[in-house]
């Protein structure tokens, strides 16, 4: 599977492209902002967009989401329904961040933790890892040993926990019981900065660590 990674908003929340290399089409993972700059990116590689991917409700995450599905007609597949109140909100979570204007949107489909999403010849898996939001989703390219966390898991962090709807507790079993099991060589793309591995995590984060600290978590 191919993939693209594009920071937009003032966040800088890594949106992504991920497209099937057999036959070219692809799904926008997580489109906060800067649509110019992710369709110009879409069409310079010359992929044929079917679906939009969402992690979580967050307006860094899901802001452009509306716009982007009604101009090019995309179904949009995730987060969890859990998450319904944070999509609702969106309009005022733009406002309360300076972020651009944003509106609320129905999703084409729910997630469910066991679901899966195909995306041409690939097949993500669907893993509910609430925590960071009640609805967040991760999805795992078990072939390419690949994993899209959203705000779940940074490399030498964790997602923040002290939004509404957030709890540390939930988040660290998240990792812990559905994340680092996929195996240490298993690479995945967190939803601000840059791309690690959960081997490397479980060596080196201080919040997946045998003794875990009590920060905060960010982004």
């Known amino acids: 599977m191919k993939l693209f990674v594009i920071p937009v908003t003032p966040l800088q ?10 036959t070219l089409e692809a799904a926008i993972v997580d489109p906060g902002g800067e649509l110019e700059r992710v369709l110009a990116l879409v069409e310079r590689e010359r992929l044929r ?11 860094d995450h899901a802001g452009a989401t509306a716009a982007l599905a009604r101009r090019c007609g995309l179904p949009i597949e995730g987060p969890h329904r859990a998450d319904r109140y944070w999509i609702d909100q969106l309009a005022l979570q733009a406002q309360m961040f300076g972020l651009a204007p944003s509106e609320a949107f129905t999703p ?3 997630l469910e933790h066991g679901d899966r999403v195909s995306l041409g010849r690939q097949t993500l898996e ?7 939001t009640p609805g967040h989703v991760v999805f795992y390219d078990r072939a390419g040993q690949l994993a899209l966390v959203g705000d779940v898991l940074f490399r030498g962090s964790i997602g923040r926990s002290d939004f509404p709807g957030g709890d540390q507790a939930t988040l660290l079993r998240s990792i ?13 793309l967190p939803g601000h900065g840059p791309m690690s591995t959960f081997g490397e995590e479980r060596r080196s984060n201080p919040f997946v ?3 875990p600290s009590r920060g905060s978590g960010s982004a």
């Open 13 to 22: 929340q890594n949106c992504s492209v991920i497209a099937c290399e057999g």
């Open 49 to 59: 967009l079917t679906k939009i991917l969402l992690t979580h409700g967050h307006i």
């Open 108 to 110: 084409t489909r729910w």
């Open 126 to 132: 669907v893993l509910h890892c609430p925590g960071h």
């Open 176 to 188: 812990r019981e559905r994340l680092l099991p996929l195996g240490d060589e298993v690479r995945f």
């Open 209 to 211: 660590a045998d003794r």
